[in-house]
């Protein structure tokens, strides 16, 4: 059988193309994340989806919350909206790893087994082959988790309660992280992005659905983890919220980014 890899995309648009200043630019945001409040392990993280020079940072603010978790997490089922080739349901690749500048992370075949018999989800690799949302992730997870494996989902057209199916079958244990992949607000200005972003990130703290895309490019994806999340008794935390307004672009057209940690209530236990 031959081993199929998706090569990168975006490397040298989206992100450093090689993978000495890649690495060195990942780790230079991880450690400047600020610190936080101390939280349980995340079961699930939003984070946006733009070049590294604009939402890296609120990335990282997430993504710094997994450095103790490596060698925990095995698994991580990354979600993410389709932003070139439209598709009904939510697509899986059809290729046995993912490239980057970092190295391949292998596609989890096993658990794509897991959603054999869920309609909404079907393989179509031209969805898969130039799409930002999911590569931009990769870096990040390669450099604070080591060795894992990947279950791709490009999410399009889809109800909230199809995605929460799908994460449902994928939901495992400590060993499975779940990534949802969305920018918030588009080309605002900046004050407008920081009110819509701001009642934005009050719906997701409620757990309360997202009304449309303009809320966020990803909003198909959130709600589904919304649901899942009240299902499972995760609460959300807000991680970072700013814009592009805040990090390299100008302040008239700004998109919105996000970063949030659901991790276990405390008086949830199944």
């Known amino acids: 059988m031959t081993h199929h890899i998706r090569p990168p ?15 060195a630019e990942v780790q230079a945001m991880l450690s400047q994340a600020p610190p936080g409040d101390p939280l349980p392990p995340p079961k699930a993280l939003i984070v946006p989806h733009a070049g590294y020079i604009y ?15 490596s060698g925990t997490i095995r698994r991580v089922v990354l979600l993410g ?42 393989r179509h690799p031209g969805t898969h082959a130039q799409e930002h949302s999911l590569e931009v992730q990769l870096p990040f997870l390669q450099e604070v988790l080591g060795d894992f494996s990947l279950v791709p989902l490009a999410v399009g057209d889809a ?22 992949s969305s920018d918030l607000s588009h080309y605002h200005t900046w ?49 970072d919220l700013r814009n592009s307004g805040d990090t390299a672009g100008d302040r008239h057209r700004v998109v919105g980014y996000g970063a949030f940690a659901f991790v276990q209530g405390e008086h949830h236990v199944h």
Request: proline letters at 8%; one cysteine or more.
């Open 9 to 23: 995309a975006v490397a040298g648009m989206f992100y450093p193309g090689d993978a000495l200043t890649l690495r």
């Open 55 to 69: 939402s890296g940072p609120i990335a990282a603010s997430a993504y710094a919350r997994l450095i103790p978790l």
């Open 81 to 122: 909206p389709t932003h070139r080739v439209a598709v009904r349901g939510l697509a899986l690749p059809a290729c046995d790893a993912f490239a980057t500048p970092l190295g391949q992370v292998p596609v989890d075949h096993e658990a794509e087994a897991l959603l054999a018999g869920l309609p909404q989800v079907i």
């Open 159 to 180: 109800s909230p309660e199809e995605v929460a199916q799908v994460l449902e079958a994928l939901w495992g244990g400590p060993e499975t992280l779940i990534v949802i």
């Open 191 to 239: 004050a407008a992005a920081r009110d819509l972003d701001g009642a934005t990130a009050c719906r997701i703290l409620a757990l309360s659905l997202l009304q449309d895309h303009e809320q966020a490019c990803g909003a198909t994806p959130v709600n589904g983890l919304l649901l899942a999340a009240r299902h499972h008794g995760l609460v959300p935390r807000m991680l």
